[in-house]
């Protein structure tokens, strides 16, 4: 059996079964560390365990969109409950799902004007997301919006006078609080502040010797920044806290996604492949080679959730003594906060209908 011919949506536990096919035996399990890779032309969430290693192309099978585009999905993040916000491009959405693919509702889309969704980030209850466009009729916003739904989504920042927004992270120093957000256009890691003003570059690139189209954004433990370049000179970059760049790790196929490993390697998607690099020797490995039908997209370490988040009583099921646990507590943050946003409200109760019935 191939992993690449398994039309069918999986969750958490469904997945363990693959791990024979895939390049570890070892199962993974509630609790345990993995890599969240979105494929774009498979519709679907792949997964490598914590080392990189893939463990399967259809983690979760995103849903179909009858006579409409296929899902793209770029980023995927977390949420405090378990549940995964995915920032998909082609339905220009941000939508969240339970672990078993199924849709719970949608964040942002079309119906409030948005033109695009690529990559996203959550801070206090709010989720920022970038919807980058090459449309030069069509602005290129960074959106907000209320991971609680408690208001529609917003403009947060225009992004149009700098360039084109990609990549986006929540960066607090002591010098700066606001986001670092890479531009397509310019090549340059631009600062916008919590209140959405735009400062001078982190990093200001002449695109020809320094990154090209960066992509994916990391901010590691040391206050140093990992960036994906794309487009030549391909690769992986390194900046200190001044945005000063202190590493350049070359790649043939361009990088996408990046994410450091426990042995030193910097993960990467390259689009249809995945890679590591050796973050000292610069030494390039392949981990999967990958098919004309891939294209990964950014990486997002999660921990699978453990237990039955939903099964409120711990009963081993969810049922109506749940719901009422629910009911009961609704509008104040107690424990039936599944989605993590402060609040138990309508979210919350979709989660627990979703998850109906044994554990």
């Known amino acids: 059996?191939?992993?690449?011919?398994?039309?069918?949506?999986?969750?958490?536990?469904?997945?363990?079964?693959?791990?024979?096919?895939?390049?570890?035996?070892?199962?993974?399990?509630?609790?345990?560390?993995?890599?969240?890779?979105?494929?774009?032309?498979?519709?679907?969430?792949?997964?490598?365990?914590?080392?990189?290693?893939?463990?399967?192309?259809?983690?979760?099978?995103?849903?179909?969109?009858?006579?409409?585009?296929?899902p793209q999905p770029i980023q995927v993040v977390t949420t405090s409950a378990g549940t995964l916000l995915i920032a998909d491009e082609?339905?220009?959405?941000?939508?969240?799902?339970?672990?078993?693919?199924?849709?719970?509702?949608?964040?942002?889309?079309?119906?409030?004007?948005?033109?695009?969704?690529?990559?996203?980030?959550?801070?206090?209850?709010?989720?920022?997301?970038?919807?980058p466009t090459t449309d030069p009729k069509l602005p290129n916003y960074i959106w907000s919006v209320p991971l609680n739904g408690s208001a529609p989504p917003s403009v947060f920042f225009d992004f149009s006078a700098l360039g084109v927004p990609r990549g986006i992270i929540r960066v607090q120093t002591p010098s700066f609080d606001g986001f670092y957000v890479g531009d397509s256009a310019g090549d340059d890691i631009e600062r916008i502040t919590i209140g959405g003003q735009a400062l001078s570059p982190f990093h200001n690139s002449d695109g020809i010797t320094g990154i090209d189209f960066p992509q994916q954004l990391v901010?590691?433990?040391?206050?140093?920044?990992?960036?994906?370049?794309?487009?030549?000179?391909?690769?992986?970059?390194?900046?200190?806290?001044?945005?000063?760049?202190?590493?350049?790790?070359?790649?043939?196929?361009?990088?996408?996604?990046?994410?450091?490993?426990?042995?030193?390697?910097?993960?990467?998607?390259?689009?249809?492949?995945?890679?590591?690099?050796?973050?000292?020797?610069?030494?390039?490995?392949?981990?999967?080679?990958?098919?004309?039908?891939?294209?990964?997209?950014?990486?997002?370490?999660?921990?699978?959730?453990?237990?039955?988040?939903?099964?409120?009583?711990?009963?081993?099921a969810i049922d109506g003594l749940d719901l009422a646990i629910l009911l009961a507590q609704w509008g104040t943050n107690g424990s039936a906060d599944l989605n993590g946003d402060g609040t138990v409200s309508g979210t919350d109760l979709t989660f627990i209908l979703s998850a109906w019935g044994p554990c």
């Open 90 to 131: 082609t339905l220009k959405q941000v939508a969240e799902f339970n672990t078993d693919g199924k849709l719970l509702r949608v964040l942002a889309g079309p119906d409030h004007g948005v033109v695009s969704a690529y990559s996203l980030c959550v801070s206090g209850g709010i989720v920022y997301f970038t919807a």
């Open 219 to 316: 901010l590691l433990n040391d206050g140093t920044l990992l960036a994906a370049g794309f487009s030549d000179p391909r690769g992986i970059y390194r900046y200190d806290s001044l945005g000063n760049e202190i590493a350049y790790l070359p790649n043939g196929p361009g990088a996408r996604g990046v994410h450091p490993l426990p042995n030193g390697e910097y993960l990467y998607t390259s689009g249809v492949a995945i890679y590591a690099v050796d973050s000292e020797t610069g030494q390039n490995r392949t981990v999967y080679t990958g098919q004309s039908s891939d294209s990964f997209r950014f990486i997002t370490p999660w921990r699978i959730p453990g237990g039955c988040p939903a099964d409120l009583n711990a009963t081993g």
């Open 1 to 70: 059996m191939r992993l690449d011919f398994l039309p069918i949506r999986l969750s958490a536990a469904a997945a363990v079964t693959l791990s024979a096919l895939a390049p570890r035996a070892n199962a993974q399990s509630p609790g345990e560390d993995v890599l969240l890779l979105p494929n774009s032309l498979r519709d679907s969430i792949s997964v490598c365990d914590s080392g990189g290693n893939l463990l399967s192309l259809y983690y979760m099978y995103l849903p179909a969109n009858p006579g409409g585009p296929s």
